[in-house]
């Protein structure tokens, strides 16, 4: 897939973050939630990178939306707020802050983002605003 077969898609106009108007930032939540993953990971560029926590790095929209589909399925975000700025080569981050539910838990995270000028998610990373301590208390019982 490249990146001009790719159409920005507009979020639904009742999915909002406060401070931020990036609609790439914004679908990525609004699909996420959806449990739409293909349509999350074409939110990338074709080299784009997902940080989630306690992994490393997923390169590429293809293994983002596999890696989407087999960790995300049970997975809600409440982002809250966010800002943004300009970067020097021209690129844009925002980050943004709310909480991730799951089945068995919550968690309050930071979620960053690196977007190129044509609003394509060059990074992201995924981070769990936790203590070591609670952190080992997420894990499923086995």
Not at 8 to 15: K, L, R
Not at 40 to 51: E, I, K, P, R, Y
Not at 110 to 119: A, D, G, V
Request: hydrophobic share 40%; net charge negative.
């Amino acid at each position: 897939m490249t990146s001009a077969e790719i159409s920005p898609i507009q979020p639904s106009s009742e999915f909002q973050i406060q401070g931020i108007t990036q609609t790439s930032v914004l679908r990525y939540f609004e699909t996420l939630n959806a449990g739409e993953f293909d349509q999350t990971a074409a939110l990338f560029a074709n080299d784009g990178v997902m940080h989630p926590p306690l992994e490393s790095d997923i390169v590429g929209c293809d293994a983002i939306a596999t890696y989407l589909k087999q960790e995300a399925q049970n997975i809600k975000a409440y982002p809250n707020t966010g800002i943004s700025d300009t970067l020097e080569n021209g690129n844009i981050q925002v980050q943004v802050t709310g909480k991730a539910q799951t089945s068995w838990c919550g968690v309050n995270v930071l979620w960053l983002f690196i977007l190129n000028q044509q609003q394509q998610i060059l990074y992201t990373r995924i981070k769990l605003l936790a203590s070591p301590q609670e952190l080992l208390s997420l894990r499923p019982q086995k």
